[in-house]
C-alpha cells in the first residue's frame, strides 16, 4: 500500500519557521521526483517546490524562493520542506506527492499567525 505521511505542521508566528516532512512507503521513492502543493482556505492547488529524485535538482515558485527548502533522504525513504520568513499568505494545508500527482498524501495544516 501506498502511503505519504506528512507531519510537522502547526501555528507559527509570522517571520518564524517550520520544517515539514514527508515519509513515503509502499513504492520506490528514490525513482521518483517529489514535489510539495500547498492549498489555502478558498483557493485551488498550488505548487510550492520540486526535487529530483536524486536530490540535486530543485525547483521553487516564486512566491517561496529564498525562504523555502527542500530535501529529501533516499535512504530514509522521506521528503523535507524547511519553510523560513514564514507570513501569514503561506498559512494552507501543505502535501507531499509524486511529481505529476500519481500519489498525495493527506496533508498537513500549516498556519501562520500573530
Known amino acids: 500500500e501506498v502511503q505519504l505521511v506528512e507531519s510537522g505542521g502547526g501555528l507559527v508566528q509570522p517571520g518564524g519557521s517550520l520544517r515539514l516532512s514527508c515519509a513515503a512507503s509502499?513504492?520506490?521513492?528514490?525513482?521518483?521526483?517529489m514535489s510539495w502543493v500547498r492549498q489555502a482556505p478558498g483557493k485551488g492547488r498550488e505548487w510550492v517546490s520540486t526535487?529530483?529524485?536524486?536530490?540535486?535538482?530543485?525547483a521553487y515558485a516564486d512566491s517561496v524562493k529564498g525562504r523555502f527548502t527542500i530535501s529529501r533522504d533516499n535512504a530514509k525513504n522521506t521528503l523535507y520542506l524547511q519553510m523560513n520568513s514564514l507570513n501569514t499568505e503561506d498559512t494552507a494545508v501543505y502535501y507531499c506527492?509524486?511529481?505529476?500527482?500519481?500519489?498525495r498524501g493527506q496533508g498537513t495544516q500549516v498556519t501562520v499567525s500573530s
Open positions: 509502499g513504492f520506490l521513492f528514490s525513482n521518483y521526483d
Open positions: 506527492q509524486t511529481y505529476g500527482g500519481l500519489y
Open positions: 526535487i529530483h529524485s536524486g536530490g540535486a535538482g530543485t
